[in-house]
């Protein structure tokens, strides 16, 4: 099982001049440490618009910072918006194939449509068409990173033959990845070869089904790039202490204060009925979970909440229903100050990370 | 933490409706029609969200216009305009004003769900090309407004967010001022999507303040079996939900 970072960069109010600096610059420094450490991979997600809960619009830029002042780790951009009026498909190439080669070919490209009405209407997109633009999209952009000349018409796009330039450092291309949160969305990644880049906290009988299918499934996959990518990764909190208890605690903390702010985000599904959208994606559970004087006794099922040993049995957990990535969730609203989130990776990486051996390449299919 | 409501109750709680008790019955409101339509709202609606809230971002509202042709008081049609936000980490809309259709709907609304209704005309005009809503209060138009273009959608695809009513109870050491919440079940046995659009929306016989609809979202319109339910949870007006929340039932 591989171990990584996943930021949405939460900035709490008040907003001062500094307040979003130094949430960047906390997160840099967590993930050097974490390339020291020996964790696999850092994502960043694309958001806009999203008061709080993510200050991360530009992940691309911020992932460059991270491969600027780090070795070894892996840089996931998860995911990038495959709607035509937040990105242009050939932007995409370039800008993905940029990064890989200033990571010296680390890169990790996560797809994905986004769910909420915040961000959509934002950009006028409608939520009627995304996951088709996000399906012309993907089968698009492995062709854009390894043809040499290139051209193409379609629903959502069109070009004439142009040399996209630069090419990426991997070879044949990076890893691709769909942001699954959506139940059936992990069947998607599944037919066309892609990664389950899981984005909810479910629990563990129901991903159990869930991957079990993704596996089945992804044998007699359609690969939309050059390999298959049969990775399945999850999200999950963490926050290690040698006192389980405080680790418990603080973590819970953290952990309900991220769900009370997602939680606020206004859903596709809450405003405009359609197929497109039909489940509200991760925002049930977090409702559950975040909601009413109960709250705080809902640690929720799996999380890397406590102690190295409770982390330790929670992620064995994880990897016995077929899970070989877990991305973490360091911090919301800053609640976890600086020094205590690092000495917290500091004790992660020494005393639970041992306990997992390598089973599986970082790389699915694709070389540096 | 997300921002809150700026709503201060105590001078308006002399003229908020009035709950005897807890215990309203339900009622079933079989063959009921269902337009809502949604629109963005200008940013400067805080003072009209009552503290325990947090506003939707972007700010949005909700016109509900429903006919109920069958109900223990006879039929009639109510007319809710909502301010859209969230109570706690739950998506809620607080109704800031309310037209009933006949005297009976307007004083049951009023004493058993807490709904700021008063007595008005409202008319559902069912169209092809579209379905449409006319709001009167005095002989006065104070709403127009229209799903434009219906097109069919399946009932599973329609979610209608729980209203939340600001009333004063009247009940012995319990009386004051709180946020009752109302959530309705839903049987839907057809539905359509549109676009909204709006002709005449009179704020002030809305109670609505400065609100401003400015971006059209999406209208719906279905015809559905429901209920106005029983008051389960009742909320303090000023203090976070997570503290202020009493189940009832």
Known sequence: MKFGLFYELSVPRPWTRESERTVYDNALEQVKLADELGFDQVWAVEHHFLEEYSHCPAPELFLTACAMVTRRIRVGHGIIVCVPEFNHPIKIAERTAVLDILSGGRLEVGTGRSATWTELAGFNASPDITKKSWDEFVRCLPKMWTSEKYSYEGEFWSMPSRTILPKVYQRPHPPLWVAVTSPGTELDSADRGMGSLGLTF?????????????????????????????????????YCHEDDAIGVTRGRQMANAFNYLASQLTSVREVYPGKSYPSLGLLPQLRRQA???????????????????????????????????VNFLLNAMEIIPQAELLESLRLFAREVMPAFAETKPAVAGGSR | MPLSGHLDVAPIASRLPVLKDLDTPAWPLPHAEVLQLAWEVSDDTLALLPRAMHPAVPSYATVCVTCYSESPIGPFNVALVRLMGRAGAHPRGYVLGAIASTPDAVRALRERWGFPAELGSVALMRYHDQIRAAVTRRGEAILEAALVNPEPISGADVQYIHSVTLARLEDGERTGPLLVQVDPHYTFHKAERGRPKLYRFERDAWNAGPLTPLHPIAASFTACDTDLPQIRFVMDADVPVAQGTRKIR
């Open chain 1, 202 to 238: 479910g629990q563990f009988a129901e991903q159990e089904k869930r991957i079990a299918e993704y596996r089945r499934r992804i044998q007699l996959c359609n690969p939309v790039g050059e390999f298959v990518n049969d990775q399945v990764s999850t999200v999950n909190f963490l």
């Open chain 1, 291 to 325: 909601t009413g004087p109960d709250a705080s006794e809902q640690a929720g099922e799996g999380l890397a909440l406590g102690g190295p040993e409770r982390i330790t049995r929670a992620l064995k957990r994880w990897e016995s229903v077929g899970v070989d990535r």
